[in-house]
């Protein structure tokens, strides 16, 4: 069953370094009646190779020295130690967003115009610090307001790490344009263009994990910008690798404006404000970008991404539909699928060795013929050409989100070769991509 879920509109770093602080050795220095001072650990890792030597034992090195003397294992030292790094990293390609909207409301009959503003997170994807051009991602819903007058901001800000703690500083505002938006993805593209900010500043981009699937268990960190308080990090597990959420995005409790989407479940603390930032792995590949939290009062930890895996494909495409078509708060963005109708049934799950996770696999069938496909072909896998002949997307379908975020990157003159399971035998179905294979996610 589909879950309701609250979204966040308007829309820590928690790092913990086990070598941090000082060993406390008072009371040493008896003889004199005086406290010894406190000793830091690279001391103390200094004085023990010095002893070593004295008695003819080789010296070691920090790790080694930490896992024989504190009893830590290494590799969790190495493992803490480069998570930290990586959480670092990854703010710099953070940044806090601000969208402005003019809304009209009435008083005694009389329209009062009023400005409302939305903070959510952000992630800067591409970056050109030379030129101080941009892209970053956040959601549709953290630069779109039903209510107002233009519902896609015209006045959008990003804030840096460090700069985001006074919105109302012109010096650190970074003006930005939505050039792409999507509520079916809620999804949308940010561009900036020469800003000195980014020129003299130490932001970096953020790199896409490139793998389709995530697994549950996989240490993840969010970074976002809670209750507009400025970019935070915490850290958490994934706790559901893929699930489908309803999400009404009307801020209205009158309207209903219910999008479905597919996200990855996350117990990593995500607030109001968290919308838009992203979800990493611990090696600092994006795998996400948050867009919700369950709001059951009786529910905790239970926060949701929309996965990479789509939306490294849907920024292209957004890219692709702006140069082509520009932007003026509706873009026009369409994307590709079958006309064929297909659908999913579990199978059993299998444990991966090589991995060392479980799987779980899906069976997609074709339910609806159309487009050379049958009705019960299996779908074993899929391949993407361009109009050259060059291989853009070649994947095994083992779960339907495969089959969706493929065709993602589908473009008209495009061909697909879908390999199916007919009778016993694999057939590979050739289906030239088409106008009417799209469809509008605007």
Not at 73 to 91: A, G, H, P, R, Y
Not at 190 to 218: Q, R
Not at 349 to 356: A, R
Not at 359 to 380: T, Y
Request: aromatic share 8%.
């Amino acid at each position: 069953m589909k879950k309701l879920i609250i979204a966040i509109i308007a829309v820590t770093v928690s790092a913990m370094l086990l070598l941090g602080g000082c060993v406390n050795l008072s009371g040493v220095d008896g003889k004199d009646g005086r406290d010894g001072k406190d000793a830091s650990i690279r001391e103390i890792f200094e004085e023990t190779n010095k002893e070593r030597l004295k008695e003819g034992l080789d010296e070691l090195n920090f790790l080694e020295f930490i896992e024989e003397y504190l009893k830590y294992d290494s590799s969790t030292i190495e493992n803490s130690v480069s998570l930290q790094t990586n959480i670092n990293n990854s703010l710099r390609s953070a940044v806090s967003v601000r969208a402005d909207f003019t809304v009209t409301a009435y008083s005694w009959g009389k329209p009062i115009t009023q400005t409302q503003t939305y903070f959510g997170g952000g992630v800067i994807i591409d970056l050109d610090k030379e030129s101080g051009n941009a892209l970053a991602v956040t959601n549709c819903h953290v630069v779109y307001n039903e209510n107002a007058t233009k519902k896609i901001s015209q006045n959008v800000y990003l804030y840096l790490y460090g700069q985001d703690g006074d919105y109302t500083n012109p010096n650190c505002a970074i003006s930005a344009k939505v050039i792409g938006a999507s509520q079916t993805y809620d999804i949308a593209l940010l561009k900036v263009e020469n800003n000195d900010i980014l020129k003299n500043s130490d932001a970096a981009s953020a790199s896409f994990d490139t793998s389709d699937d995530v697994y549950t268990g996989e240490t993840v960190y969010a970074i976002g910008n809670p209750e507009g308080y400025g970019m935070s990090a915490t850290q958490g597990i994934i706790s559901k690798e893929s699930e489908t959420i309803s999400i009404n995005l009307s801020a209205s409790s009158y309207l209903q404006n219910i999008k479905e989407y597919r996200v990855i479940r996350t117990d990593a603390a995500i607030n109001s404000g968290n919308s838009g930032g992203g979800l990493f792995n611990r090696t600092g590949k994006l795998v996400g970008i948050v867009n919700s939290k369950s709001g059951e009062s009786d529910v905790d930890n239970m926060g949701f991404a929309l996965p990479s895996s789509n939306v490294r494909r849907l920024v292209n495409l957004m890219l692709d539909s702006y140069n082509s078509n520009g932007f003026s708060g509706s873009n026009g963005i369409v994307r590709a699928y079958l006309k064929a109708e297909y659908t999913s049934q579990p199978k059993a799950s299998n444990w991966n060795e090589s991995k060392g996770v479980y799987e779980i696999f899906e069976s997609v069938s074709i339910n609806v013929a159309a487009d050379g496909l049958e009705v019960d072909d299996a779908v074993r896998a899929i391949k993407l050409f361009d109009g050259n002949g060059n291989v853009v997307e070649d994947r095994e379908v083992t779960r339907l989100y495969h089959l969706d975020d493929v065709l993602l990157s589908a473009r008209i003159g495009y061909i697909a070769e879908v390999t199916v399971s007919r009778g016993g035998l694999e057939q590979v179905i050739t289906v030239p991509i088409t106008a009417s294979h799209f469809v509008s996610m605007d």
